[in-house]
């Protein structure tokens, strides 16, 4: 069984306190994008994984799936599985998380496993903070740990999209660290859906320290806006930028050396 994980953007993110069980309470909406990785899970005699592209850890959140799932389901069969990734890892993007949902998604099926959606849900929040998104895959306004989604028409439908990598890997736990808490969600409800609003009223709380500490990231969003773009922001806490435009912004002037992709939002 080959499936296509897919990457995501945050608009917008709110820190608001930090919970008893260590976590933070968010307050982002998160939509799915089409640039993907390649997951193929197929049923085999032993346990066996094996990745192409870009090179991810030895110990991985698919990894940490299987391990879960071998120690609730004591019979269930091993499978091999071959990962192509081209999402970027520390970026933002949630390509990860997705690899792992996918493969959640994927398991239950192949193995039989029967699991709800609810139990679906339960262990995808188990797994990883994004998760439990990549269940529904579609865009929502997230709170909570991002285990509460809410649907919502997808705000960037019809536009272009220009995402930009900067091959900086940004330590989430150390962002997490110096970023401000907030206190105060975004009224996503009254905002979404008039893109006059987006640029001065939807805000990353995580951009005051990474453009601090990668200033040049900041000129990046600035010059972004200067091509037109309707809005531009970081996407969650990594340093992948991404504006939201009418029409296929200039590329040409970006840096050759960053991983850059440009989608229509259909």
């Not at 850890?57 to 499978?79: E, M, R």
């Not at 690899?99 to 398991?107: E, G, P, S």
């Not at 139990?119 to 990549?134: H, R, T, Y």
Request: glycine residues 6%; charged residues 15%; proline residues 5%.
């Amino acid at each position: 069984m080959i499936c296509f994980p897919n990457a995501k953007v945050n608009m917008g993110l709110s820190v608001l306190d930090k919970r008893p069980d260590g976590f933070h309470n968010l307050s982002t909406c998160i939509i799915p994008i089409p640039i993907y990785d390649i997951l193929e899970v197929t049923l085999s005699e032993t346990f066996r994984f094996v990745n192409y592209g870009l090179k991810v850890p030895g110990i991985n959140i698919i990894n940490k799936t299987w391990k879960y799932l071998t120690g609730v389901f004591d019979k269930i069969a091993p499978v091999s599985i071959c990962l192509y990734k081209n999402i970027p890892m520390g970026a933002g993007l949630g390509g990860g998380s997705s690899d792992a949902t996918f493969f959640l998604k994927m398991i239950n099926d192949i193995c039989k496993l029967s699991l709800s959606h609810i139990e679906l849900m339960e262990i995808a929040n188990l797994i990883g903070s994004d998760c439990p998104f990549f269940i529904e895959n579609t865009p929502s306004i997230v709170t909570g740990k991002g285990d509460k989604l809410l649907k919502v028409a997808n705000p960037f439908a019809g536009k272009y999209i220009t995402l930009i990598y900067p091959q900086i890997n940004i330590n989430t736990r150390n962002a997490f660290s110096f970023v401000k808490h907030n206190f105060s969600a975004t009224d996503y409800s009254n905002i979404l859906a008039n893109e006059l609003l987006w640029k001065n009223h939807i805000s990353n709380d995580f951009e005051e320290f990474v453009f601090c500490e990668h200033p040049h990231l900041l000129d990046l969003k600035n010059k972004l806006y200067q091509n037109n773009a309707l809005y531009a922001s970081l996407t969650g806490s990594g340093s992948s930028l991404y504006a939201i435009s009418e029409k296929e912004i200039d590329i040409s002037w970006i840096n050759k050396a960053y991983f850059v992709q440009q989608r229509y939002m259909g």
